[in-house]
């Protein structure tokens, strides 16, 4: 993801307008894109915050359980929680 980017993730346990600041990162591109930076497993120095926009439930997710010869069918669904972010930094050192 680039700074200034929306993305949505699962529930964050945050109030909004938090701040969060991220030091588990897995990969860091520079600014022109050229080169690629990958941690094992994490980019040591490297640091994300962002900044938490809204709560919310995502779409529903159906789950069908179909037995075809037993006449078994079983539908269920859920609608997961979410929290949606905006990255305002990315760090490297």
Not at 20 to 39: N, P, S, Y
Not at 71 to 84: A, L, V
């Amino acid at each position: 993801m680039a700074q200034d980017s929306t993305i949505t993730v699962d529930r964050i346990e945050s109030t909004q307008e938090d701040t969060l600041a991220i030091d588990q990162v897995l990969c860091v591109f520079d600014e022109e894109g050229k080169t690629v930076t990958v941690g094992a497993p994490y980019v040591k120095g490297a640091s994300v915050t962002a900044q938490v926009i809204s709560h919310q439930k995502g779409d529903k997710i159906n789950v069908l359980k179909f037995h075809r010869k037993n006449r078994y069918e079983r539908n269920r669904g859920f609608r997961p929680y979410q929290t949606t972010i905006t990255i305002t930094g990315i760090a490297t050192k």
